[in-house]
Antibody, heavy 115, light 107 residues
Framework: QVQLVQSGAEVKKPGASVKVSCKTS????????INWVRQAPGQGLEWMGW????????NYAQNLQGRVTMTTDTSTGTASMELRSLRSDDTAVYYC????????WGQGTLVTVSS | DIQMTQSPSSLSASVGDRVTITCQAS??????LNWYHQKPGKAPNLLIY???NLETGVPSRFSGSGSGTDFTFTISSLQPEDIATYYC?????????FGQGTKLEIK
C-alpha cells in the first residue's frame, strides 16, 4: 500500500534551519511529484511547493522563494524540504503529499519555532 | 495566483441533512478541482478529484459538481463521522491554492 512517512517533530530557534523528510513506499517513486503543504495552528492549508521526482524540477510558493529548498533521493524514495531563516510564523505542521491530486499524505511534522 | 473563495466558513447541520459547500475560482480552472476533509490532528483526506470523481473508498453520499469557476460539494445525508473541516483546492495552475475551509459541525 502507498505510504508517506515523515520525520519527527522539531523545535528550532528563530534564524535556524529545519529539514523535514518524507519516505515513500508502495509505488514507483519517480511516477508522481511530491508537494509540500503546511498548516499553522488553527489555520488553513498553505501550498509551499512541488518537486518533480522524475527530473528534480521545482516550483516554490512566491512567499517562500529564497528560503525553501526541496530535494529528492530516488535511491531511497525520499523527498525532503529544507526551510531556512526560520521565523515564529513558520510554526506549523508540515505535510508532504503525492501528485497534484494530493491523493496520499504524510502524517505531518510539527515544526515549532521559538526562542 | 488563482484565488479560491469557499463558503460558508462554518456550517451546523443535523444528522441526515443534505449539506452543500461552494467554491469559486478567480479564473477558469476547467475541472481541475479537488475536495478534501480534515479531522482534528489528522492529515487531509482526498474525497473528490477532477471536480466530480469520487476517490476510491470514499462513501457515495459525497459528491461534487461544477466546472470553470463555480463548484459545489454535497453530502447527501450527513453522518456523525463527517464532522471535519472541508477544503477545495485548484490544480489548474501553479501555485496550487486552497479555499479557506468550511468547518462542519453537528447540531
Amino acid at each position: 500500500q502507498v505510504q508517506l512517512v515523515q520525520s519527527g517533530a522539531e523545535v528550532k530557534k528563530p534564524g535556524a534551519s529545519v529539514k523535514v523528510s518524507c519516505k515513500t513506499s508502495g509505488y514507483t517513486f519517480t511516477s508522481y511529484g511530491i508537494n509540500w503543504v503546511r498548516q499553522a495552528p488553527g489555520q488553513g492549508l498553505e501550498w509551499m511547493g512541488w518537486i518533480s521526482t522524475y527530473n528534480g524540477n521545482t516550483n516554490y510558493a512566491q512567499n517562500l522563494q529564497g528560503r525553501v529548498t526541496m530535494t529528492t533521493d530516488t535511491s531511497t524514495g525520499t523527498a525532503s524540504m529544507e526551510l531556512r531563516s526560520l521565523r515564529s510564523d513558520d510554526t506549523a505542521v508540515y505535510y508532504c503529499a503525492r501528485r497534484a491530486n494530493l491523493d496520499y499524505w504524510g502524517q505531518g511534522t510539527l515544526v515549532t519555532v521559538s526562542s | 495566483d488563482i484565488q479560491m473563495t469557499q463558503s460558508p466558513s462554518s456550517l451546523s447541520a443535523s444528522v441526515g441533512d443534505r449539506v452543500t459547500i461552494t467554491c469559486q475560482a478567480s479564473q477558469d480552472i476547467s475541472n481541475y478541482l479537488n475536495w478534501y476533509h480534515q479531522k482534528p490532528g489528522k492529515a487531509p483526506n482526498l474525497l473528490i478529484y477532477d471536480a466530480s470523481n469520487l476517490e476510491t473508498g470514499v462513501p457515495s453520499r459525497f459528491s461534487g459538481s461544477g466546472s470553470g469557476t463555480d463548484f459545489t460539494f454535497t453530502i447527501s445525508s450527513l453522518q456523525p463521522e463527517d464532522i471535519a473541516t472541508y477544503y477545495c483546492q485548484q490544480y489548474d495552475n501553479l501555485p496550487y491554492t486552497f479555499g479557506q475551509g468550511t468547518k462542519l459541525e453537528i447540531k
